[in-house]
């Protein structure tokens, strides 16, 4: 695990002001491979105001200095049957620092759902080319929207 991070675990809206300032720390090219647009701050913050917490799944990744959360993941529900949308995200002072494949591999190992075999990412985005080969999951790439397909390992009992 990354030495920036002193907790990994589960977002929900007690969490939401925490959320709000790590996702307004995204310059505006962050936001825009984030969200597929480019939005300003208050944009930003009303997405996390109304936030489905029930829906889509979050988790952190939390350090004991000022920055305060890290990185943040979140999974939402797709129309296939245990597969789910992938977004992370990495405070800008902490890139490179190993903070998202630390998110990843804490949701991939310690997942609650027995059915969620697959994650997606829309943009294949290179970063989450090199976690999932770092961290051994299955690793499908295509040209179309969803351009990653995620396998993840057998679910532990």
């Not at 589960?10 to 300032?21: E, K, S, T, V």
Request: proline share 4%; charged share 20%; hydrophobic share 45%.
């Amino acid at each position: 695990m990354s030495p920036w991070i002193t907790e990994i675990g589960p977002l929900d809206a007690g969490h939401r002001q925490a959320l709000q300032l790590h996702l307004m720390a995204l310059d505006r090219d962050d936001r825009y491979a984030r969200f597929g647009r480019t939005m300003s701050d208050d944009a930003v913050l009303g997405w996390v105001q109304n936030l489905n917490w029930y829906q889509a799944r979050w988790w952190g990744a939390w350090s004991a200095a000022e920055t305060g959360l890290l990185g943040g993941l979140q999974l939402t529900p797709t129309l296939h049957t245990g597969v789910c949308e992938l977004a992370l995200t990495v405070h800008p002072c902490a890139r490179h620092q190993g903070v998202a494949t630390a998110l990843l591999k804490y949701v991939a190992e310690t997942r609650t759902e027995t059915d969620l075999k697959a994650l997606v990412c829309g943009n294949g985005h290179p970063a989450v080319v090199r976690m999932a080969r770092t961290l051994g999951l299955g690793l499908r790439m295509r040209v179309e929207a969803p351009r990653i397909w995620l396998t993840l390992p057998a679910h532990r009992i």
